[in-house]
């Protein structure tokens, strides 16, 4: 099943230093890598230019592997505090290793790169395989090995084609009444406002469609966000998964693990 999150561009609104925001944007990672979360939705919702870029660049950062971070990125300020956050620890995130460990079938992410006038892909086993497809240099792609060590051959494949969880797409939407319109799939909108959850509210939720998971500010929910259009998105249900919760707020990185956790359960069929 495919699920994806949706949250604002004002997600670091309540932290105060760069140091507390790489930290926070760290947990949502994690939470997402946890729960295999396909796509993460930033919408435009007040935050400044540069919280927006700080938010996507380190979640973009994180699900990368190691080995391609310095191709991909340069010195970049809003990496000043890389160093604090959690590794994810997913499957695409491999070591370097011997290239002559590598095995037909393997998989692996790289990026493209020219080294005398030829196309290659840097996949973290210090060896330049040679690429022939159409990406072009700075390129990340995602290929399966067809031959090991020494006569390396690879084909492209996508993530759909992996049988493992191989990290989260990070995409920008500029406005969320839009984006929730667009949606072609089931929406649960998370509020203390909604009905409490129970597993007859998400009895149909776990069907083929892809489910998108929406959250909102620390400053305005949901309901201030949308306003009464809330009530007319189509294949959505408001929910509360904190009912009678004794805090004030639920945070959001907290918020993440709840809900993903509670649905993630009866995916699984196991209440």
């Not at 009444?177 to 509020?191: C, P, Q, R, V």
């Amino acid at each position: 099943m495919n699920i994806s999150i949706a949250v604002p561009n004002s997600s670091l609104s309540d932290e105060s230093t760069q140091l507390d925001k790489s930290r926070k944007i760290s947990l949502i990672a994690r939470a997402c890598a946890i729960f295999e979360i396909d796509t993460i939705y930033v919408y435009h919702e007040g935050g400044s230019k540069s919280e927006t870029s700080l938010i996507v660049t380190l979640l973009k950062y994180l699900e990368t592997p190691q080995y391609l971070r310095r191709r991909l990125y340069p010195k970049l300020d809003e990496l000043r505090y890389a160093g604090v956050m959690a590794p994810l620890k997913i499957p695409s995130h491999m070591p370097m290793i011997n290239p002559k460990k590598i095995q037909s079938g393997d998989i692996r992410d790289g990026v493209i790169f020219f080294l005398k006038g030829k196309k290659f892909v840097d996949v973290g086993i210090d060896f330049a395989v040679p690429y022939f497809g159409k990406l072009q240099s700075g390129d990340r792609v995602t290929i399966q090995f067809k031959k090991g060590y020494p006569d390396f051959e690879i084909k492209e494949i996508t993530k759909e084609n992996i049988p493992k969880y191989w990290g989260y797409k990070v995409k920008e939407r500029k406005n969320l009444s839009e984006f929730l319109s667009s949606w072609d799939g089931n929406i649960i909108l998370t509020s203390r406002k909604g009905k409490p959850i129970t597993e007859t509210s998400l009895e149909n939720f776990f069907d083929q469609k892809p489910l998108l998971v929406v959250f909102g500010s620390p400053q305005r929910g949901l309901y201030d966000l949308l306003g009464p259009n809330i009530k007319n998105i189509q294949n959505s249900k408001t929910l509360n998964f904190f009912p009678q919760q004794a805090t004030e707020t639920v945070r959001l990185e907290e918020a993440l693990l709840g809900t993903l956790s509670i649905l993630n359960i009866m995916r699984l069929g196991y209440i």
